[in-house]
């Protein structure tokens, strides 16, 4: 079993930086796709950034490119989303999610572990 936790979330003005940490334990040897997604109120959940465990691609959202950035550290089983010039539209709770195929994709469905998430509100 897999265990996601996240921790950073928090109000923010617009124009600021966020940083999001996801701390995974337990049989964190299936995590080969790290990800974050992020559900605002009445919307379906959407695709944020994904880092391969291997090789440390990463996936960028068009909406969020260049200004978020995604990393991770599998010595300690944990993956960051670093969020720079923040938008009120970036207002959403924030789930870090793994998938234990090394494919990074943008449907939340193809993912096996959530976390449980974590609210980030940026105030214009």
């Known amino acids: 079993q897999v265990e996601l936790a996240e921790s950073g979330g928090g109000l923010v003005q617009a124009g600021g930086s966020l940083r999001l940490s996801c701390a995974a334990s337990?049989?964190?040897?299936?995590?080969?796709?790290m990800a974050w997604f992020r559900q605002a109120p009445g919307k379906e959940r959407e695709f944020v950034a994904a880092?391969?465990?291997?090789?440390?691609?990463?996936y960028y959202a068009d909406s969020v490119k260049a200004r978020f950035s995604i990393s991770r550290d599998n010595a300690k089983s944990t993956w960051d989303l670093q969020m720079n010039a923040m938008k009120s539209e970036d207002t959403a709770v924030y789930y870090c999610?793994?998938?234990?195929?090394?494919?990074?994709?943008?449907?939340?469905?193809?993912?096996?572990?959530w976390g449980q998430g974590t609210q980030v509100t940026v105030s214009s």
């Open positions: 880092i391969t465990a291997i090789g440390g691609r990463t």
């Open positions: 337990g049989r964190t040897f299936n995590i080969y796709t």
């Open positions: 999610a793994g998938r234990s195929k090394p494919a990074p994709v943008d449907d939340f469905q193809q993912y096996d572990y």
